[in-house]
């Protein structure tokens, strides 16, 4: 594509390059959830494409995403709610279910969506998600509460950026990286709320879970920490079951 790739433009950019604007970190957000949920929604069968990266996220001439790669994808039919397959896929961008019991939905896609959210506001490769569990330092919940977002937002935008619409980004992240994949949208909601339709009403919901889920979790378990983390988006299971970029 002619311009790569959103992991290449956040971080294989070549000198004199200009970072990605935030219009078109914003645009190309739009552009990938429309894609996926075309996939899920709108084709004769379910695709569900089991890679969701930044990598696989593909530029045209004017920076309209397109999901690319489709090397790991499975079929499903609309009446069936997973398939069951051997875990494959890129570290970090893996849903837990998926790996914990080898079932993989929609709901897989989009908590890769939410990984690659995150990647796009943050310039970062897979952010570490087991703040959201358990840190002695400000989880990223409160960061959004407080509105701490420039802790959060990649240094080359060099504050060229909407608080709100940051802000609304980081939420819909958030959203689709529950840990339950019942609790996360469908990609058709995802594009309803990322133009403005339910995001408010959605993110009151689930924080107010959030928080009685926390404090449940603190009291049961005071020294626990986090389930599973995220690590660099490079680590993996097996090269032979990684997808990469064409």
């Known amino acids: 594509m002619a311009n790569g790739s959103v992991a290449s433009c956040l971080r294989g950019r070549g000198e004199g390059n200009p970072a990605l604007d935030w219009p078109k970190r914003k645009h190309i957000a739009l552009g990938s959830a429309r894609g996926l949920a075309y996939l899920h929604d709108h084709c004769q069968q379910k695709i569900m494409h089991r890679d969701v990266k930044a990598a696989n996220i ?12 489709f090397g790991l994808a499975k079929l499903m039919n609309y009446n069936d709610s997973h398939v069951t397959t051997a875990v494959r896929g890129t570290m970090g961008h893996i849903a837990p279910e998926y790996l914990s019991t080898r079932k993989s939905s929609e709901k897989t896609d ?11 506001i943050t310039g970062q490769r897979a952010f570490d998600l087991a703040r959201l569990a358990n840190d002695d330092d400000i989880m990223l919940l409160d960061w959004v509460k407080e509105k701490k977002l420039e802790s959060l937002v ?57 928080i009685s889920r926390h404090d449940f979790n603190y009291q049961a378990y ?25």
Request: contains cysteine; hydrophobic residues 35%; negative net charge.
């Open 58 to 69: 593909l530029l045209d001439e004017e920076y309209e995403a397109v999901v690319g790669d």
């Open 110 to 120: 989009v908590f890769g969506y939410g990984v690659m959210l995150l990647e796009l």
């Open 154 to 210: 990649d240094e080359e935008l060099e504050r060229n950026y909407v608080d709100e619409e940051v802000e609304q980004l980081i939420k819909m992240a958030l959203l689709c990286t529950q840990s339950s994949a019942m609790e996360r949208p469908k990609m058709s909601e995802v594009v309803r709320m990322l133009e403005g339709d339910g995001l408010a009403e959605r993110w009151e919901e689930w924080q107010k879970e959030e």
């Open 222 to 246: 005071p020294q626990a920490g986090p389930d599973w983390l995220i690590p660099d988006s490079d680590s993996s299971i097996e090269n032979e079951y990684l997808s990469s970029p064409r």
